[in-house]
């Protein structure tokens, strides 16, 4: 399986065509282009994602019905598109405050609000949907050159440390899927919490994985990496093992991105792709369709006691940063 050698253009166009055609309705103000296409780092799996930017926050459900509309029209054409328009969206009077208030102002909301908490990484390096849209592409900028100010990072953090205690007290659950899947989490937020506490973000969700372990190499923690990556059902063995066993869509999806990386000039392993993906759709499966589940997510975890008790070694090890 190979992707279309015109990938970079169909995700311009389509990227245009959002902006345009969902930009005509009555109070929204504009988009933030975020994520890789936003970058400008794409690769052919790219989503395309936008952040709505509201006059009229009333514009929402009009704007996802034009996004579900035009996702459907794209997988009739022939070349399915994920546009990527959820919840993650603010005001311009929102943007106003924030922008005037300074970088503490911005900590301080993405401790009470995880629009901003999950928005600014998704819009940080983007750009304004429209190059006129002055308001969008100052906003976009500010928050590009904010988002490792000292007290953005100590907030973001915090919130990560937090989101991983409290999966780690659900780990506990009697239910052993139940369980397994907050396990996870917690591992999860122990990733991302150690990653901004060293100054790195990760990118997209199907290769963040061997992202984190080449980031962890650079600061000489593969150690740590690996440990997560254990108890997050990530590690390179078990994950690809499974994969062998996934459901015929992911075994697809495998062997697409491999060839969507080397598209890109990305060096990554066979299993490390696997397992990229195999993290990523475990996942989602987890959170969103459990109807999916089976052996191949791993699920229960078959050393859970065990791996409850490294996960309380390594939010031990990482309470004073890393």
């Known amino acids: ?29 504009g988009f933030v282009v ?3 296409v936003g970058r400008g780092e794409p690769w052919p799996m790219s989503d395309i994602d936008l952040l709505p930017v509201y006059d009229d926050p009333a514009a929402a459900a009009e704007t996802a019905a034009g996004q579900a509309a035009m996702v459907d029209w794209w997988a009739g054409s022939g070349r399915a598109q994920t546009l990527d328009l959820a919840w993650i969206a603010f005001t311009v009077n929102e ?22 908490f999950h928005g600014i990484d998704k819009a940080y390096g983007g750009r304004a949907g429209r190059p006129d849209d002055e308001l969008t592409t100052a906003f976009v900028e500010w928050i590009t050159e904010v988002r490792f100010h000292p007290a953005v990072m100590t907030a973001r953090v915090a919130e990560w440390r937090r989101q991983a205690l409290a999966a780690a007290e659900l780990a506990d659950d009697p239910d052993p899927s139940a369980a397994t899947n907050h396990l996870r989490e917690s591992a999860r937020a122990l990733r991302m919490q150690v990653l901004e506490s060293w100054g790195e973000r990760l990118g997209s969700m199907g290769r963040e994985w061997t992202r984190f372990e080449r980031l962890a190499a650079r600061h000489d923690r593969s150690d740590l990496a690996e440990r997560i990556a254990v108890l997050a059902g990530a590690d390179v063995p078990t994950a690809a093992r499974r994969a062998e066993s996934a459901p015929l869509w992911l075994r697809e999806r495998i062997e697409l991105c491999r060839t969507a990386r080397a598209a890109v000039g990305e060096q990554v392993t066979d299993g490390e792709n696997a397992r990229d993906q195999h993290a990523a759709y475990a996942l989602h499966v987890a959170r969103k369709r459990p109807d999916l589940d089976g052996p191949w997510t791993g699920t229960p975890e078959p050393h859970l006691d065990t791996y409850r008790a490294e996960l309380l070694r390594v939010i031990e090890l990482t309470a004073g940063g890393v």
Do not use: K
């Open 1 to 29: 399986m190979f992707p279309s050698p015109r990938w970079r253009q169909l995700i311009d166009e389509r990227t245009q065509e959002a902006v345009t055609v969902l930009g005509e309705i009555p109070g929204v103000h």
């Open 95 to 116: 943007i106003q405050d924030v922008m005037a208030a300074g970088p503490e102002a911005l900590a301080a909301r993405i401790t009470g609000d995880l629009r901003w």
């Open 34 to 36: 975020g994520g890789s």
